[in-house]
Structures are given as structure tokens and as C-alpha cells.
């Protein structure tokens, strides 16, 4: 079984039974996690213009035609 690092010092994690901070070495490094989340620090990729070129524009319907109302 390997070692498990915590995702923001690097240190060693104890195992769940033996750690209230799993999956992070201490309750310091999870507060700085959950602060990084609520700060916005962490976020998704954005989808590439050349991804999006299929996608119907916002104001557009599939269902609705010319005509109908």
C-alpha cells in the first residue's frame, strides 16, 4: 500500500481510522483547502470557441420554428 500525500503540504496522511482531517495531514491543511475552494482559486477549464462552434446560440429553440408562436 503507498503512502498517501496531502494535497497541499506534501506530508505523509495518516489513514482515515487514525486522521479527522483524511485526506489531508491536519485540520490546517483542510481549512486552507476549503478557503482555496471559497475563494474561487480552484476552477474548471473553460470549453475552447472551436468546441462550442455546434452549439445553438442562447436565444434560439430547437422546438421553435419560424412561425410558431
Known sequence: MSTLT?????KPVPPRGEN???PFCS?????????RWLGEEYRVPDRQADEQ???L???SHPARQHGDA
Open 20 to 22: 479527522a482531517a483524511f
Open 27 to 35: 485540520k490546517r491543511c483542510r481549512a486552507v483547502d476549503l478557503g
Open 6 to 10: 496531502c494535497p497541499i503540504c506534501q
Open 53 to 55: 462552434e455546434d452549439e
Open 57 to 59: 446560440p442562447a436565444d
